[in-house]
């Protein structure tokens, strides 16, 4: 029997983040392999006119959830939807439910956290900072509590270029920048946030550098763990393969290059795509949830859940995968197209990249008006172009991440548990997942029927025979500009000639 089903099963477990991607995959295999846990609280603010409960209904009424219900039917009497918002004090949560909360948890998993590159350094530093140290005050005061697992990412110290599973200092101490954010105004605050984040590339990742600290001052006598994911992907095998539900990260990416929107990308092609399954993340969490809580650490252990130095995968070879899928030709064929290196460093300046992409959509969106259709292509392109240029720094890098506690916490399971919980990403196979992956996108994410890909390929031959008029069209006018205007070029052209 799993020793980590049977530690989960009558515990009552507060997950933040909850009815976030990985909230959601983490709910789903704790109700799956352990149906007797007591009770999952979630923190949940009501949104667009729903009410708790409706939202947790929505959560439950997915097919994520499907197997669930098979081994725990009454799965929706065992999620305690607490009202909270995590921007306020004590999350604004009331004295009952904060009494439950303090009197019953046994383990935290603290998920909660702001994505956004660009959000605003104040609200980053409330919700990835301020909150996270809230909850720790919380957690100091639950009699009951066994462990205290924080998700931070692999990219908090992405200023280095090999990352240890270490806690790395800040410059500037979080007290000193959570006091400083209570008094100053927003002008102030934007103006200075450039010289504070240095050589991070963003706001978010520089933010959740600060949580970790946080975590290790704020500690005081709490068994605690960190787990630094890098990029989370679509579920590899659980509970189905390529499920996935939002935008973020790669999964625009992949929308957008799939449907031919994208047809190149300012990248290096040899640069690892560290992609990490959601379900791999999940496993290693409710891993680290038991070790933590029965073993007890003497100190705060840092677990990177990466996929880059034990089993590699480039971007040039994840983006022609993805052409292959959406087009469902042979991988061969695919990597012979002219476009295949949509990820390759093939364009010089960011307006080149701009022109080629912007101009081919406004011509579709004149395409769509001629034809009485509503003109979408250039607002959808301006979208995919902002995306991909916030992700520019991290498609252009690799790095090295140790894995020595993640591999030490492997070695600690039994084969029962490495096999229920499986986190060894050397036995990923990268073709079989992002085929998977993509397909996912298409199924769980834009609803698609996979009956309608030969409609989609020749939505795609229309969009690509567009790109190249334009490109043919931009070559021959610059070419008789040149011709006009310098000798050397009508040299070159007689010549040819």
Partial sequence: MSMIAAFYGGKSILITGATGFLGKVLMEKLFRTSPDLKVIYILVRPKAGQTLQQRVFQILNSKLFEKVKEVCPN??????????????????????????????????????????????????????????????????????????????????????????????????????????????DDAIIEEIAPKLIRDWPNIYTYTKALGEMVVQQESRNLNIAIIRPSIV??????????????????????????????????????????????????????????????????????????????????????????????????????????????????????YWNAVSHRAPAIIYDCYLRLTGRKPRMTKVMNQILRTASMLEYFINRSWEWSTYNTEMLMSELSPEDQRVFNFDVRQLNWLEYIENYVLGVKKYLLKEDMAGIPEAKQHLKRLRNIHYLFNTALFLIVWRLLIARSQMARNVWFFIM
């Avoid at 306020?88 to 383990?107: G, P, V, Y």
């Avoid at 935008?247 to 795509?273: M, Q």
């Avoid at 061969?332 to 460093?345: D, I, L, Q, V």
């Fill in 75 to 184: 799965v929706h009497e065992k999620i305690r939807a607490i009202y909270a918002d995590l921007s306020q004090n004590d999350f604004a949560i009331s004295k009952e439910d904060m009494q439950e909360l303090l009197s019953c948890t046994n383990i935290i998993f603290h998920c909660a956290a702001t994505v956004r590159f660009d959000d605003t350094l104040r609200h980053a530093v409330q919700l990835n900072v301020t909150a996270t140290r809230q909850l720790l005050l919380m957690a100091s005061q639950m009699p009951k509590l066994e462990a205290f697992i924080h998700i931070s990412t692999a990219y908090s110290n992405c200023n280095l270029k090999h990352i240890d599973e270490v806690i790395y200092p800040c410059p500037v101490e979080p007290k000193k920048i959570i006091d400083s954010l209570e008094w100053l």
């Fill in 233 to 350: 992907g679509a579920t590899w095998q659980e509970p189905f393969p390529g499920w996935v539900d939002n935008i973020n990260g790669p999964n625009g990416l992949i929308i957008a290059a799939g449907k031919g929107f994208l047809r190149a990308l300012k990248a290096t092609p040899k640069a690892v795509a560290d992609l990490i399954p959601v379900d791999t993340v999940v496993n290693l969490m409710l891993a680290v949830g038991w070790y933590t809580a029965v073993h007890r650490p003497k100190s705060t252990l840092v677990y990177h859940s990466t996929s880059g130095n034990l089993n590699p995968c480039n971007w040039h070879k994840m983006g022609v995968q993805v052409l292959a899928t959406f087009e469902k030709i042979p991988l061969e064929r695919a990597f012979r197209r002219p476009y295949a290196n949509f990820t390759s460093n093939n364009f010089t300046s960011q």
